[in-house]
């Protein structure tokens, strides 16, 4: 993956992860557009990295739309956000179930689906970066939701045994 001149398009850039790995890219030459809901943290960060700020939330399908909107212009998707989904299934509302898998899954899904379909119709390279977890790979007690959001990822996105999947 060449980083250097690039623009890549980065979720959850306000959090920890996603902080430092904006400051990584843009070390290494990345021009990067940094999402995520809160606009002060991405802006302080925009002026240190050299980045754009977008605010969304992937949770709302009118700020995806207007975030699948711009992949034309992105060579790499970096689909870092991600919430915890924890305590019992039992006492697990329905409201926080779908919000849970529309941070975690939904939005990842759709972003990469429609990043491929671009990339694929313009005849051009681009790369899908997935932030999973150790969550999709074991499951470990009260984090229902988080393990079957990480385990739905790498459903999706896992290297086949037999050589990449594609897209
Ligand atoms: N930290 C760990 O130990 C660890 C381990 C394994 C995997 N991971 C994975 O790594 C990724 C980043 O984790 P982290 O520790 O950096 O988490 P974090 O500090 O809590 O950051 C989460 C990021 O997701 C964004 N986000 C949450 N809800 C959103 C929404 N509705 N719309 C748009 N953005 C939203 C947050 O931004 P706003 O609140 O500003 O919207 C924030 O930028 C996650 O996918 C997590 O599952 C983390």
Not at 34 to 60: C, M, N
Not at 75 to 92: E, F, H, P, Q, R
Not at 132 to 154: D, E, I
Request: net charge negative; proline share 3%; with cysteine.
């Amino acid at each position: 993956m060449e980083i250097r001149g690039s623009r890549i398009l980065l979720t959850g850039a306000s959090g920890g992860l996603g902080e430092a790995i904006a400051h990584d890219l843009a070390d290494r030459g990345a021009h990067v557009v940094l999402t995520a809901r809160s606009g002060e943290i991405l802006a302080e960060l925009a002026k240190r990295t050299g980045g754009e700020v977008q605010v969304a939330d992937l949770a709302d399908r009118d700020d995806l739309s207007r975030i699948c909107g711009m992949l034309s212009e992105v060579d790499v998707l970096v689909c870092n956000a991600g919430i915890g989904g924890y305590g019992s299934v039992s006492g697990t509302r329905v409201d926080q179930i779908d919000h849970v898998l529309d941070v975690n899954l939904r939005a990842p899904m759709v972003l990469a689906t429609e990043f491929a379909n671009r990339c694929i119709e313009s005849s051009r390279p681009g790369q899908i970066v997935m932030i999973g977890s150790l969550s999709g790979v074991v499951t470990t007690p009260n984090s229902a939701l988080y393990n079957g959001t990480k385990f739905g990822l790498r459903g999706l996105h896992a290297r086949h045994p037999t050589g990449p999947r594609s897209v």
